[in-house]
């Protein structure tokens, strides 16, 4: 519901979950924001909520009885004011200053929310969301810009996204145009962010708010390893499951900014956006600019409600596969197997021994195009490698498929290698100035996406495999960051635009796919998780998580994206031991209990296991298909993530009858005391039977006393070696996974 005051120009948007309440200043016809948070009830008048005392600092005019604008709440705060702030737009107009004052003109309401303009965004239908936008103009220039506000209906969720306008004569230059800026009130806010870098990605950290700014960014060309368009703020006293929660997240892919700022008077200015570092757009007469969509969460139920925000409007509103909610079949994927080194016959092995264990899909990943026996070349060279594959893609497909599995292809669309025709032909699509160094990494440049030409050459080439083979999945990779950006067909005004262009590329890429191939499985990936982000979740509904696919490693990583991202989106395969990324050894089965949560699959060389472990693999298989649904439908809990020592995850379905429960200890303890697994989101009228490994493991227990007892664990340890060893949770790295399943719903 979107209320609008007429008379005192306020604006509501509430859902009964959350409010957003902002109105149009006295005097200065700016918007002033009053309050964002939990649902309250409307009033006719919002004027208790303003906060107006005299300062000693600057006024908006001599005279005015305003204060200064630093000490005002903002909706769209602009440089060339008194607010000392970071504003949300930086506009640099043709006499060279930088002072704009963006004034309400009017406003619309409408139902449901579409996607366009280039950029990914969310979408509903006209029961599940509504849009307020604001249309403001410069006081000095012919600029609009108009704020959209999406009041998401069933979900404590409000999306923001800007569109400025120059009806001037006269080219502006943006050098800031965020997508969000919030100012929330009160101080003893943590906030949480996902940290990293390649093959330790979205790893949760969690810091005191102080005073000045702090803030998460990408200046790679993609979201990047080393953080996520993401953060939140929380009180102090907030956990998983109890407290306030705001959580913040960006629909792209690009260089990103996640910032607040603390100000002396303890507000903090959340603020979401395209970078504006090296971000710098040439806003011609008659064109437009759009920003990416902002996401704001509310939960007063701490982090996991968060997340489970996140989760469901991330599957409802934002990834539009549809294999979004459907069963995947589970995958065997030839990277960790074979690496560069195979031949059609080999893979064929691998394939046939991946069917008798119930695998349903064989991924041939890098390595079968060109002459790409390592990571020196190849890239852009999208033919099939005869010497490997001597009936091509086609041929090879084609093979695997009369096995009975389907079948899914690496590509790295975005890259070139020297050794090309492309590279050769064009050294005027690759990104840099030819003139100056050009940093190899993986031995690899980066193709300018933003120029369209090279988007249809690449399109053209990865269509013509397509189209001749039966690929029912691809996995699009990126390995490099982009550096030295520079693109040889934008002129020198415009190089400020190159990285944006190129993510609006590569969205165009995309989509020239999607439009092709709809019923295309498609996993998005970037050097492991380096574009896990809301942006690539548009085009792909799940996304290769991380490189490092330790079991214990992978614990932290899959935490993390969970905070923000649904289990179906988190890719996750069981790969060989010793670990390739770390070395360790754990057992077949911790493997697969954290692959579980997760879509789910294989990286490893069946053909090197045991028979006992391939029959093992076939029980993992069959027991995840059991799951599957519960898995990609359920709700998400994380149970224990305080402990570096002890991890256990939960997920639930909408009628609470089944739950399926992860458990992991990284490093056995002697003499430890008893431990206790808390469930959450259970039925607490219903009882329900535990299972263990599928072994009944208790006949009754009632949902209350599952969350506030638990389930214990552990045996009675005196001391003597056999008993020691017969403990439940005996050595280093184990798991258990445990069924619950509602008794009216067993008997069935
Ligand atoms: C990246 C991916 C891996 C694999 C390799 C192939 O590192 O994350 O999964 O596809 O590229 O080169």
């Not at 005299?54 to 200064?68: E, Q, V, Y």
């Not at 020239?512 to 509904?541: Q, T, W």
């Not at 399926?660 to 959450?680: D, M």
Request: charged letters at 20%.
């Amino acid at each position: 519901m979107i209320y609008v005051n007429e008379q005192n120009k306020e604006f509501h948007l509430t859902n009964g979950q959350i409010s957003y309440v902002f109105r149009v200043m006295e005097e200065t016809n700016i918007l002033e924001q009053l309050y964002y948070g939990s649902a309250i009830q409307h009033y006719e008048s919002f004027d208790f909520m303003i906060e107006r005392e005299i300062r000693p600092s600057n006024n908006w005019k001599w005279g005015s009885h305003l204060t200064s604008f630093e000490h005002i709440k903002q909706e769209f705060p602009v440089f060339g004011s008194s607010d000392f702030r970071e504003p949300a737009i930086d506009i640099e107009y043709p006499a060279g200053d930088h002072i704009s004052h963006f004034e309400f003109q009017h406003y619309t309401i409408r139902a449901g929310k579409t996607v366009d303009g280039g950029l990914p965004g969310s979408f509903g239908g006209e029961q599940e969301v509504e849009t307020l936008a604001i249309v403001l103009k410069d006081l000095y220039s012919e600029l609009y810009v108009t704020l959209h506000y999406h009041l998401y209906l069933n979900l404590p969720i409000v999306t923001r996204q800007q569109v400025i306008d120059n009806r001037g004569n006269e080219t502006v230059v943006i050098n800031r145009i965020h997508s969000l800026s919030l100012d929330i009130p009160d101080s003893g806010y943590d906030w949480i962010h996902l940290d990293g870098a390649w093959a330790r990605e979205t790893i949760m950290a969690r810091d005191k708010i102080h005073s000045g700014i702090q803030n998460v960014s990408s200046t790679r060309g993609a979201s990047s390893h080393v953080h996520n368009p993401f953060l939140a703020i929380c009180e102090e006293t907030t956990t998983n499951s109890q407290g306030n929660a705001y959580g913040f997240s960006l629909i792209y892919s690009g260089n990103f900014l996640a910032q607040i700022e603390k100000d002396t008077y303890n507000v903090l200015r959340i603020q979401l956006g395209i970078n504006p570092h090296q971000f710098r757009w040439k806003l011609d007469a008659g064109t437009q600019f759009q920003t990416p969509e902002a996401i704001i969460v509310f939960s007063q139920a701490g982090l996991n409600s968060m997340s489970q925000s996140f989760h469901q409007f991330f599957s409802t509103h934002v990834i539009r596969s549809p294999w979004k909610k459907k069963e995947k079949p589970i995958l065997i994927n030839n990277w960790e197997a074979t690496y560069f080194d195979f031949t059609e016959e080999r893979l064929l092995e691998i394939a046939q021994a991946s069917k008798r264990m119930g695998i349903e899909m064989f991924v041939l990943d890098d390595g079968w195009f060109g002459s790409r026996n390592n990571d020196n070349g190849s890239l852009g060279n999208w033919q099939p490698d005869y010497k490997k594959l001597p009936n091509g893609i086609q041929g090879i497909s084609q093979k695997i498929h009369d096995l009975g599995l389907k079948f899914g292809l690496w590509f790295e669309p975005e890259m070139v290698s020297k050794d090309t025709a492309i590279y050769l032909d064009h050294p005027e699509w690759v990104i840099g100035n030819a003139e100056k160094n050009r940093s190899h990494g993986r031995n690899q440049f980066v193709l300018d996406f933003g120029n369209p030409e090279v988007v249809e050459a690449i399109f053209e080439q990865v269509n013509r495999v397509l189209a001749t083979a039966e690929i029912e999945y691809i996995k699009v990779d990126m390995n490099r960051y982009l550096s030295e950006v520079y693109s040889a067909i934008l002129p020198a005004d415009q190089q400020g635009e190159v990285a944006h262009r190129y993510i609006l590329g590569v969205y165009r890429f995309f989509e020239k796919i999607i439009a092709n191939y709809p019923d295309l499985l498609i996993e998005s990936c970037a050097g492991g998780g380096a574009r896990f982000d809301p942006g690539m979740l548009y085009y792909s509904p799940q996304i290769w998580t991380s490189d490092d696919t330790d079991a214990v490693e992978r614990l932290k990583i899959q935490t993390g994206a969970s905070l923000v991202y649904p289990l179906t989106a988190i890719s996750s395969h069981v790969s060989a031991v010793p670990n390739h990324q770390v070395g360790r050894v754990t057992s077949l089965e911790m493997r697969k209990n954290v692959a579980l949560f997760g879509t789910f699959g294989y990286e490893l060389n069946p053909l090197a296991l045991s028979n006992e472990e391939q029959a093992q693999i076939a029980k993992q298989i069959a027991q995840y298909k059991r799951y599957q649904q519960l898995i990609n439908l359920g709700t998400f809990y994380r149970l224990e993530t305080e402990s570096a020592n002890f991890v256990s995850w939960l997920v639930i379905n909408e009628e609470k009858t089944e739950a399926l429960v992860g458990f992991y200890q990284i490093l056995a303890e002697p003499n430890s005391p008893y431990r206790r697994i808390k469930l959450a989101g259970l039925d607490e009228t219903k009882d329900y039977q535990v299972y263990e490994n599928d072994q009944l493991k208790e006949a009754k227990r009632n949902g209350s006393d599952l969350q506030s007892y638990g389930i214990r664990l552990g045996g009675n340890f005196i001391g003597r070696e056999q008993e020691y060893w017969s403990r439940e949770l005996p050595g280093d790295f184990h798991s258990k996974l445990y069924f619950l399943k509602a008794i009216e719903m067993a008997s069935k």
